[in-house]
C-alpha cells in the first residue's frame, strides 16, 4: 500500500506541472503499481558507497549520489555532500556503484510479439541491471511502439536504439530483410530507413561486394552509420575501409587475418564446400577451419588492427554467442542451466533445435577445433583491445543458448577470461557503448549531469568481475528498483515462460 501511495502521489505532483490531460494522467496512474516502478519526485541519496565510475577508471570509497527525477545531481565524499531535503536516503555501506549496463547486440523481438519482449526479454535486462539496448534486427513500427511505450513511462524497459531490417543479399539469411542487389536498391533502402527513424543501418552476410560498397555510400550521403556483419564476400579490412561503424560476431576479423585469406574466401563461397552429404560437409568444415587457424599471420593481424584503429572501426564479438554457440562444445553446452526457467517453452523449442543442430555430426576433432577458435576469438578479442580498438559488450539474445540479461555478465566474465582488467571489462559495456552512441555526456559515467541509470552492487566487481550479477538495486532513469521489487519481476518472468 505504501509503494502504490508513493507512486500516486508522484503522479499528482507531476501533473499539477504538465497541461491537463485528465485522460493520460488517469492512463497512468492504472498503470502504475503494475508495469511502472514510480518513486515520486522526492530526491534519491545513495550514501556511504564505493563509486566506480569507468569513463575515469576511477574508484571512490564513501560516496554519496544524489539522484533527483531522472539525472544525477550530485557526486562527491559523503562527509561533504549535501542530502536534499526529503531526500529518499539509502545507506550503501560495503556496497559498490557502476553505470547502468549497455548490451550492443540484441534482438528484442526474438520471443515473439505482441509480448515476448515486453513479457519476458525486457523483465530479464531490467533484473540483470541492463538499462540501454542496441536492437540489431527487427520491425520498425514495433520497436517503434516498445520505445514510446517505455519514454512515456507506460513500460519498463531500457533505452532502445535500433537498425530495423536488415539489409542482405538475395536469398537474404534472416527476417525481417531488405533485399539489396544494385546501386538504387541501395540508396532506396538507405533513404526509406532512414525516413523511418532507425539509429543504424544493418548489413547482413549475404550481400554482394558491389551492393555492400553502394550501402557504404548511401549511409555517407544521408547523414548515416552502418554496423553489422562483414559479408561472406568482402574482406574484414575492406568493410573498415568503406567505413562500417562495428564489426559483430568478429565475421571476417579472423579471416582477414590469414595468410590465405583470399584462398581460404574462395573455399567458403564454393558451392563444393557444402559438401554432398552431412559428413562431407562437416569434413570440409573442419578443413576449412584447420586451415583457418593454421595460417594465422600475426603481421596480417598487426596491419589489420591498425587499419580499424585508423577507420574507427568498433568490435561487439558477442562471445556468449561464439562459446555457446557458434564453437558450443559439450562442455559449454547451456541445455541444463536452471535460469532456463526463464525461457518460454516455445522458444526454448527452437533453442534445442539449434543446439541440435551445432552438434549434428561432429566428433571429437570438431570439438577440439571448436576450442581453439574460442580461444584465438579471446585472443583476437585481447590484441584489438590492446591497440585501443573499441570493444563494446553485446550478447546476440536470444539466439539459442544465449539468455538475455544474463549473457551480458557472462560476456563480461568472458572479456576478463580474454585478458581484460575488470575495470576494462566494465567499459565495454558502460562507457565504450555511450561514446559509440555518441551519448558520452549524456550516460556511461557516473557525474553530475548524467542520466540516473545506475547498478548498485553488494560486492566488488573490480575484484570479482562476476560481482556485476550480485545486484542489490537498479535505478532506471531515476527509478529505484530494490531487490524485492527485480525479485518480483523475475518471478513474473518465470511464470511467464512456464505458461508460453
Known sequence: MTEELSCYTGMVLRSLRMPPNFLLFLSALLLCGTTCACSGPSPIALTHLTVID????????????????AQISAVGPSSSTQIPSGAKVIDGTGKFLIPGLVDMHIHLLGAGEPTGSRDFILPLLLANGVTTVRDMGGEVKVLQQLRK???????????????????????????????????AEADGAVKLLKSEGVD????????????????ARATRENGMRYVGHVPDSISAAAASDAGQASIEHLTGVLLACSSREDELRARQLAPSQMGNSAEQSSAQMRSWQGDLLDSYSPQKATQLFQKFLANHTAQTPTLPLLIHLAYLTPETDLANDPRLKYIPGQLQKGWKQGRSAAFANQSEPDFE????????????VKDMHDVGIQIMAGTDSTAPNVLPGFGLHEDLHFMVVAGLTPMQALQTATSVPAQFLNRASQQGAIRVGQRADLVLLDADPLEDIQSTEKIQAV???????GRRRLDRILVDAQQFAATH
Not at 569507468?54 to 527525477?69: A, E, H, L
Not at 536504439?161 to 539489396?180: A, E, I, M, N, R
Not at 535505478?475 to 528498483?481: A, D, E, R
Request: glycine content about 6%; cysteine-free.
Open 149 to 183: 511505450e517505455i519514454s512515456k513511462g507506460r513500460r519498463l524497459g531500457p533505452q532502445i536504439f535500433f537498425t530495423g531490417p536488415y539489409l542482405d543479399g538475395d536469398p537474404p539469411y534472416f527476417q525481417p530483410s531488405l533485399v539489396v542487389r544494385d546501386e
Open 200 to 215: 543504424f543501418i544493418k548489413v547482413q552476410s549475404r550481400l554482394e561486394p558491389g551492393p555492400y560498397f553502394a550501402i
Open 54 to 69: 569507468p569513463t575515469t577508471s576511477k574508484v571512490n570509497p564513501d560516496f554519496t549520489v544524489i539522484v533527483n527525477r
Open 369 to 380: 577445433l571448436r576450442r581453439k577458435l574460442a580461444i584465438r576469438s579471446l585472443v583476437l
Open 475 to 481: 535505478i532506471l532513469n531515476g527509478q529505484i528498483l
